[in-house]
């Protein structure tokens, strides 16, 4: 169990500067996700943990010690790489061994404790195998049998689902999940996939371009993201963000689109953006707070907009209808039997209680 | 071709079925014509009696290979090639793979200084063992120059004569050669070693010379057999550098086994004699490179 | 003795063929070869011959004028000279009819006359009126280079000879002299001996004039080393073979001198002569850096700065111009290492008109010129050419150049030539080199004894003693 601590961190390659100055604490025992677009740095940075690649500022601190002169091998960590990184020519059980033997532990223990991984990876026949006759699931049981069969006190994660298929994706998704329950150890886990943040992560942190854009627990960032980049990369479907003007109504605010149709804000949202009364802003709201108007009433929050849908993706629980709005397409969350097909007219619902407002200069909220 | 088959039946389907086997031949009688004519002719007159006085063409039976026998001057040749392949080929290895893996880090004008090392397989090998004569001069020779820096007075070695010089001077010029044959193919296949898996031996906490030999080596293994095969054919042929530095001399202290055989053949006109050694090498070399591929095999 | 008898019969034999055949018109041999040559018009000859510097005689010289008077091209086959007996021999093996003249060296004759490899030339010789002209090639060339078993084969037509080159200047400069006779108590001349030699070479080592002055360098590359031993061998009173049981006797007590003797001497020669060939020795040599040399003839010519031709451009400026003198080497009786003599192939579809560019290269005038020309190297071999005036004034002292390659030319030496020769001269060869290289000298050379009878086994005794006793019948196999 550790505690990883960054200051100040920065990666040139070359001319590319990958990493351009990161601070991070991470507590001991959390799981903490690394997500962000390609190219934002992230396999990096957890590289740069690793010792793989040297930082060229900052320090790197494990337990309070300063690793950036250490070699990986000094460093007590254990790492899942993407393509699993198996070793071709050694059988699952002499891969899951490896690390033992190259720490000279004794015989039996190393017998023991690649049983215990296997057992617990569910990988005890495929022992005596050879990689290449193994499924894409069970290689990546292997490679986290060979992270987790030594003591390491931090475990790093590149990217290590994103060459499987979906279903197994989700299943060994859980499973880490799990193992980190199991094991309270402290993980870092790099991916581009905002689910898995989502899922796994006791703490996201977002990365763009090599900077950290936002960091919190998965709800704080989903639900109160402070830009549009964090409001836009988390969530599926992708936050719908519409052009509007912020104008006062009636004592209170409203958004108005150019079109004219106008979502009045709650009191509680508005007072944060009265200052801003008259000028434009941009609306960012979640598919799924959308929802079509019923007879069981609204409560309050809950603005009414009058829509004609163009087009229907039902997913079968659910049904993404899309329609427009000043000129954007917007999508909607539905109940799967709500809309009936493209063309339909209909009256949705807004959760302004949920949307966010965004200053279309900085695109950070408001 | 289906048409083919469909309409023209009997010899369509036959032709579609023997295709692959007409396209390759053309190949299959080049290769009779080019290696196994001459072979057979060799074998032929290994059987004659032809030298410079005599041409006869009857069947000697086994004349020539009674004397292969009883020839030390070969069998020194032979041993003299098998020194200097075990000598040489394991150095060339060793300093092959060194710059090899030097040159897998990123270094600053890399690309200059690899054109710069291969320039010595580029050249010819005469023109290498030429070169090396000059070196080894002993009078204006920058060898002998800068050993003499080193010991502060001339050094005054005959390279290419004196005992105990003849045979390093000789590894040096082949192994300067060739070693950058070695480096360029080791490093084509080291830089094919998926480079994660060195990461993950490297987080595992293996030793740099255990991920090299746990890791590194079994992944350039074919390669690293096929360099070795190759290079020790090369070996075994052994002429050029040292007909250019000693001629096998002084007396027949280099003597290989191609430089007794150009003897023989070019210079004695001992034709069914060489014949003869030339048939044996053959059937030699043959066995040897068949036992080397199926050990690649087995070994993939 | 044989030599006169020979020469007579020669003689005898020119000047009835002279009286009966003679055409009308004093034409000369080379005049004869051209006119019977126009018939041939058109065709192209190829010509074997040594590449290199060689090849500029035929290349640029003779070949370019013989067309220009009969019409018939020359193609040159430039061909190593190391490759030039194999490359023979497997051309006519083969059948292939690809050369028309060739180059061969004297000492191959009986290997390639056997062989059927060479035309005989006694019918062109008459019919075209020559053996006037052979008579003026010098006896020593004339009677050993040109027949083998009674029958012409080749036209001698180039006289390679190892003479000794020395610094006149030094030898005869008053304090060396007074020096060396005091050092040594004999007067300071060139060696009648190779003791003298040695004494001559440890005196200019140890007096050098310059840094860098050695007192000898020869030539004792493998491929040309054996020459000097023959020399030697011979001149201290050593035989190749017991003549009667063909048993080899160069392991005797003279051969392992011999070489013994050489090791000896390289003390007093530049450090790593032991494997210098021609080009090294010439360049010390023209550098001024040695008191005595061994060579063919051409450096006479190069030391006295003769022939500033940019072909030449590999032989450095002659820092020796005029201080160079000629003599025999010890013993008095050269070695006439290689030479060249021109052969008819017998797959010839040209022969005739292969022999008369051979007659015309070989006759009086034509050859003259060509053992002027600076850069072929064609040395003299012609009473004639002895004694050419416009030879005798090319520098200051062609006359004793000349005089000292006409006194080689009747005492020098010939090249060992009986069957498979080269078996005999490498075995040699690499006794010697083995002994350069630090091998006992007896034992490498009676490893090589060995090997000479194992070759002589497999050419058969018989056949060998009847070939030895060919050559060891001519009148310079051994020094009279």
Known sequence: MARVRLSGLHKHYGALHAVRGIDLDIPEGEFTVIVGPSGCGKSTLLRTVAGLEEADEGAIEIDGEVVNDLAPRDRNIAMVFQNYALYPYMTVFENIAFGLRARKFPKPEINKRVQEAAEL???????????????????????????????????????????????????????????????????????????????????????????????????????????????????????NFVPATLEASDGGLAVRFAEGTTLPLPPTRAQAVRSRAGSAVTLG??????????????????????VTIDLVQPTGSRTYATFNLADTAVSAELQAHDVRGPGEKMALLVDMNRIVLLDPETDRVL | MSVAVASGGGFGRWADRRFKYLLILPAVLILLLVGVFPFINILIVSFQDISLIFEDRSFHGLLNYKR??????????????????????????VFGLLMALLFLEPIRGRQVFLALLIIPTVISPIVAGATWRLMFDNQFGPINQILGWAAGEPVPIIWIVQKGFVWPAILIAEIWQWTPFMFLLLLAALSNVDKSQVEAAQIDGASNLRIFFRIVLPAIKPVLAIVLLIRALDLFRLFDVVWALTQGGPGTRTETLSTYAYVQGFQQFETSYTSAIAFVVVVLLSIVVVLALRRVEIAR | MKKTALFTALGSATALLLAASAPAGAQSAADRAVEAAKQFAGTTLNITWEAGLQANDPLNFSGPRWEELT?????????????????????????????????????????????????????????????????????????????????????????????????????????????????????????????????????????RPHDGFYGSAMIRSPGLIHYYFEERFRVEGGEFFDAETMKATINSDIGVGVVEGWIAEHEFMPPGAEAWGPIE???????????????????????????????????????????????????????????????????????????LFAQWLNSREVSLERVQLPFALRDPFRTSHFESPEYQNLWPDAKDYLATLQAGAETGLLDLSIRNTFAYEESLTRAITAAFGGDDAKEALDRAAEEWDRITDRVGVEEQKRAYGDWIAKPNAYPN
């Open chain 1, 121 to 239: 990876l569910d990988i005890t026949e495929q022992l005596v195998r050879y990689p290449r006759q193994l499924s894409g699931g069970q290689r990546q049981r292997v490679a986290i049998g060979r992270a987790i069969v030594r003591d390491a006190r931090l475990f790093l994660f590149d990217e290590p689902l994103s060459n499987l298929d979906a279903q197994l994706r989700e299943e060994m998704r859980a499973e880490i999940k799990r193992l980190h329950q199991d094991l309270g150890k402290t993980m870092i886990y790099v991916t581009h996939d905002q689910v898995e943040a989502m899922t796994l992560a006791d703490r996201i942190v977002l990365l763009r371009d090599g900077l950290i854009e936002q960091q919190g627990a998965p709800l704080d960032l989903f639900e109160r993201p402070e830009t549009r980049f964090v409001a836009g990369f988390l969530g599926s479907p992708t936050m």
């Open chain 1, 285 to 306: 709201v979640r598919a799924e707070h959308m929802s079509r108007a019923n007879d069981a009433g609204t409560r309050e929050g809950l603005a009414p907009l009058n």
């Open chain 2, 68 to 93: 292969l026998f009883t020839e030390a001057r070969l069998w020194q040749a032979i041993l003299h090639t098998v020194i200097f392949t075990l000598v040489a080929l394991p150095l060339e290895l």
């Open chain 3, 71 to 207: 019409g018939i091209k020359i193609n040159v086959v430039e061909v190593p000279i190391n490759e030039l007996f194999t490359k023979t021999l497997a051309e006519h093996r083969a059948s292939t009819g690809a050369f028309d003249l060739l180059n061969v060296v004297p000492a191959w004759i009986p290997d390639l006359a056997e062989a059927g490899a060479l035309e005989p030339l006694d019918d062109f010789i008459d019919k075209h009126g020559y053996r006037e002209e052979l008579a003026d090639i010098a006896p020593v060339y004339r009677d050993n280079q040109m027949a083998y078993r009674g029958t012409i084969y080749g036209l001698p037509d180039d006289g390679d000879v190892l003479i000794m080159y020395y610094r006149k200047d030094l030898f005869g400069d008053a304090a060396h002299q007074a020096a060396f006779k005091g050092q040594f108590g004999y007067d300071l001349a060139p060696p009648d001996t190779w003791a003298q030699f040695k004494d001559i070479t440890q005196y200019f080592t140890e007096n």
């Open chain 3, 281 to 355: 020795v010439l360049n010390a040599w023209l550098a001024g850096d040695l008191a005595i040399m061994g060579w063919w003839p051409p450096p006479g010519r190069w030391s006295a700065g003769y022939g500033d031709f940019e072909i030449l451009s590999f032989v450095p400026e002659s820092k020796v111009a005029g201080k160079v003198g000629y003599a025999l080497p010890p013993g008095g009786a050269p070695q006439l290492a290689a030479g060249f003599s021109l052969a008819v192939s017998s797959d010839s579809k040209n022969k005739e008109a292969a022999y």
